[in-house]
């Protein structure tokens, strides 16, 4: 084969934890009779709450296909490459498995929002019943924290807001006071910009992205400068997609494919991550990387086309409605898919009738 499939998960192959009738389908057309796959496939996904062989395990489950750790690319796998920061001191956020997580990321020091809460108590006062009875804090124990890592959305976002934009303000030392003059803050590095996603509920949920917002209107509401990002990762950054295509060569050499891939086919549901990432990669760094990508929107996940865009984007999407992230630029191109489809089964057959693939 000369084109691998990127596929996103949520909206594509489930939603929460209902699969989708037509991903099994689709699964069966790209494996042979061994169940080894015929074409390459990386599964990339803005989730970030578990390890990949979790993932993968539960993708093999849903889809009836033996899936590998190697095939799954959740929103934090490119802090693989941050090896500056592994041995340092860092705070974590979101939920799940965090410090194995940050663990098998290549992380020696990660601290978590509960843990700092411990050591910090007098930190978090939002929750009444949730303050410590006695007015003690034990400066004995010493934090020093040189980056904040945000994994993805938390269970209780005052908390973590709070926490987060003390270490900011304090460079690194919470429970100090407040020193507005230590500008830039100390690194942060964010994961999944997601607004919305998809579950079982017939509208989008918050995602990532909206904790990011609150994050980034608090900091500038008390400080009057603008949070600054050391890198972001997951759909749609250019780091994302960089490390999907070294995936995607990985697995080629490992099966001795010699035919170079030239062509990744990006299957998503979400507008301003599937598509505008897999469109900002071709317009911007194709020429540089050695395959092209091209977008597939499928109707099952955030995208309906009933209540988004119609089939010009350019014609429907105004200019003062961007759901992307603060930092990436709003341009209509990028948001026009090459393919629209109703679902994952008939993304795979186009794909198979666009590169006259006959399994």
């Not at 987060?164 to 590095?189: A, C, F, M, R, W």
């Not at 092209?292 to 200019?319: K, N, Q």
Request: proline letters at 7%; a negative charge; glycine letters at 6%.
């Amino acid at each position: 084969p000369s084109f691998g499939f990127l596929f996103d998960i949520d909206g594509v192959l489930v939603r929460g934890r209902t699969p989708i009738p037509a991903a099994r389908t689709a699964f069966q057309k790209l494996v042979n009779s061994q169940g080894q796959f015929l074409v390459p496939v990386v599964f990339v996904t803005n989730a970030g709450n578990c390890l990949r062989q979790k993932k993968a395990d539960q993708l093999s489950h849903l889809l009836g296909v033996p899936i590998s750790q190697d095939q799954v690319m959740m929103s934090h796998s490119p802090l693989r490459m941050f090896k500056h920061y592994h041995e340092k001191c860092v705070l974590v956020s979101g939920q799940g498995p965090l410090l194995d997580i940050s663990q098998d990321l290549g992380f020696c020091q990660p601290i978590t929002i509960d843990t700092l809460r411990e050591k910090r108590p007098l930190l978090d006062a939002v929750d009444h019943d949730r303050r410590p009875n006695v007015l003690f804090h034990d400066c004995s124990v010493t934090v020093v924290l040189t980056a904040v890592v945000l994994f993805g959305e938390p269970v209780r976002w005052e908390t973590s807001l709070q926490l987060i934009i003390d270490v900011l303000l304090t460079s690194g030392y919470p429970g100090n006071p407040y020193k507005q003059e230590n500008y830039p803050h100390i690194p942060v590095l964010a994961c999944n910009m997601d607004l919305m996603w998809v579950a079982e509920a017939q509208s989008p949920r918050f995602g990532h992205g909206t904790f990011m917002v609150c994050l980034e209107n608090i900091y500038k509401k008390i400080t009057g400068k603008e949070l600054k990002y050391e890198a972001l990762m997951g759909k749609p950054s250019r780091l994302t997609y960089q490390y999907a295509e070294h995936l995607i060569r990985a697995q080629a050499l490992q099966r001795s494919w010699e035919q170079p891939i030239q062509t990744l086919y990006a299957v998503g549901d979400n507008l301003m991550t599937d598509v505008y990432g897999a469109n900002l990669w071709e317009n911007e760094l194709a020429a540089a990387a050695a395959a092209h990508c091209r977008s597939v929107l499928v109707c099952t996940g955030v995208y309906t086309p009933h209540t988004e865009l119609a089939l010009d984007t350019r014609d429907s999407i105004p200019d003062t409605v961007f759901h992307g992230h603060r930092d990436f630029r709003f341009d209509p191109a990028l948001v026009e898919p090459d393919h629209i489809v109703p679902d994952v089964d008939a993304a795979v057959d186009l794909v198979f009738q666009l590169e006259n693939f006959a399994p």
